[in-house]
């Protein structure tokens, strides 16, 4: 044979080059799935941006709208004092010893015609709660007022299992609500139902919602600025462009037959309100909100209840989007309207977006050298919730400017705060019904008042230890960030630190000793 035909037949020469051929596919192999793998993580990212932005673009068109109907009025009918329809005002309320003599004096003292008001203290509670509302009322009938305590054994439905039950006593035309934490102002019935009168259509007034306390601290100032932009703009936006909203549970006033007519209060949500609400719009009843007209109520010091609440309210909008969205969609509704709906109720699936977003980003940044370009319509939509609550502060105070300081703190708090609401997201979205855990409440107005001794006071449950976990994932994904020299970033994940390190503090921290569950 000549040269061109040799063969190399070196055992050990031809096991290097069998190995090394495998040895290079296996890393192509295993760098092709990294990239795959990687380029999923950076789609599901945008996706998650994307989605995300969709509701910072609602909250700047809900502005928009604010702008375009402030200025208009609604009709309030003229009353001759002996016209005046019947009036049931249901307080739902469950072991409030702090707060049910506030709020049955607070009723008591509506200027109404004795002869049309019936006041109902929807009682379920386990304390002495019972006793001191039973006392409150003897003393406002010897005055003269049908003050009625309906107390149950059980808490069947919860709030909206006590709504109906306490509907079933009586007759009336009207029907106001009052949580335990509101403190209702002497004109709020007369105020309400002239404007009920003078529109037949409309089956619920709502009213804007103040606070007793938002000058307690750092916690209500922030809660007050989320509320305020709520009230202020979106409901204002919402109701005067046509589109549909929430009764928000207290503070309004329902035309009885709306509430029949809509199937009544039903307890298959942990937000009867946003359920009761919606049914009644989509089965032609109208809604109308008093911006002017406000409802002054207490707002949680405590993180851990007002995580609760916040958990609540979450919770029951996922069960409501269930429930309610092939309603929607099957409506006669405009479909501008339609989705408008749908971004409305579906909004706390915010919430495990923004920790979605957290936890895809640390590999994303470890691999890549650039943030994603996508970002620049989550930063632009970013703007509008801030936008929405600066708003909102300019129209009601003139003390604004000191106010805006305490917008950072709300943007981090809300950012803290995601863990627990994910997980309200996720009971609401595969179960009906729950346990209706209670915000307690302190009776704290202005800077008065102490509740670190009080007895309704909450330990802080284990979804603390999320937030802890998230703190230093956060802390970890700044310093890739800063070590790959993407600073752009850092203030976006610097809320996620300083947010998770509040909530998880306070909870921590204001929760020790304490022996209510």
């Known amino acids: 044979m000549g040269d061109s035909a040799h063969v190399d037949i070196n055992p050990r ?4 080059v069998c190995r090394s051929a495998n040895w290079s596919g296996y890393e192509r192999d295993r760098h092709a799935e990294l990239e795959r793998v990687i380029g999923l993580l950076v789609a599901l990212y945008a996706v998650v941006a994307l989605w995300l932005s969709l509701y910072g673009f609602q909250a700047l068109a809900l502005t928009v709208l604010y702008f375009r109907h402030r200025l208009a009025s609604s009709p309030a009918a003229a009353i001759a004092e002996g016209d005046w329809p019947s009036v049931i005002v249901q307080l739902p309320v469950f072991n409030e010893r702090y707060v049910v003599e506030r709020l049955i004096d ?7 015609p004795r002869d049309r008001l019936i006041i109902q203290v929807l009682d379920d509670s386990t304390d002495d709660t019972t006793e001191i509302a039973a006392a409150r009322a003897a003393l406002h009938r010897d005055a003269g007022i049908d003050v009625r ?16 039950w306490g509907l079933g006593q009586v007759n009336g035309e009207f029907v106001a609500v009052f949580d335990a934490d509101f403190r209702p102002r002497p004109d709020f019935l007369r105020r309400t139902n002239a404007a009920l009168i003078a529109r037949p259509d409309v089956g619920m007034v709502q009213t804007r919602w103040s606070h007793l306390n938002d000058e307690y601290s750092y916690l209500t100032h922030v809660q007050s ?3 305020d932009g709520h009230f202020v703009v979106e409901q204002t936006a919402r109701n005067r462009s046509g589109l549909l909203i929430n009764f928000n549970g207290s503070g309004g006033v329902w035309r009885r037959a709306c509430i029949d007519d809509a199937g009544g209060w039903q307890a298959d949500t942990m937000t009867e309100d946003m359920d009761l609400s919606y049914r009644a719009q989509l089965a032609g009843w109208h809604t109308l909100y008093l911006p002017d007209v406000d409802a002054p109520a207490e707002l949680p010091a405590q993180m851990e209840a007002f995580k609760r609440q916040q958990a609540r309210w979450a919770q029951g909008s996922m069960q409501c989007l269930r429930k309610l969205s092939p309603l929607i969609l099957r409506s006669d509704l405009a479909w501008y309207q339609k989705l408008m709906a749908l971004v409305h109720i579906s909004g706390y699936l915010s919430q495990p977006l923004i920790v979605l977003l957290l936890l895809t980003l640390l590999p994303i ?10 970002l620049v319509a989550l ?12 708003v909102a502060q300019v129209a009601l105070y003139r003390d604004w400017k000191r106010r805006f300081a305490y917008l950072p703190a709300l943007l981090a708090v809300g950012a803290g705060m995601t863990w627990s609401t994910t997980r309200a997201v996720w009971q609401g979205l595969t179960s009906w019904g729950g346990v209706f855990k209670r915000t307690p409440k302190f009776r704290l107005e202005g800077r008065t008042g102490h509740w670190t001794s009080n007895a309704y006071r909450l330990r802080a449950d284990w979804t603390v230890l999320g937030e802890i976990a998230l703190f230093l994932y956060a802390v970890s994904t700044a310093g890739v960030a800063i070590a790959r020299g993407q600073y752009g970033i850092l203030p976006f994940l610097m809320l996620y630190v300083v ?3 509040v909530v998880a503090a306070s909870t921590l921290w204001q ?3 304490a022996r209510a569950s």
């Open 13 to 16: 020469r031809s096991l290097f």
């Open 106 to 112: 607070s009723a008591a003292a509506l200027d109404y």
């Open 149 to 164: 305590v309906l107390h149950r054994d059980d808490r069947r439905g919860y709030k909206a299992g006590a709504l109906a």
């Open 225 to 227: 600025l989320a509320l």
């Open 365 to 374: 940044l470890w691999v890549r050298e650039a943030t994603p370009s996508f």
């Open 379 to 390: 930063a632009v939509a970013s703007v509008g919730p801030p936008l929405l609550y600066a």
């Open 499 to 501: 947010g998770y390190a």
């Open 511 to 513: 929760g020790r000793g």
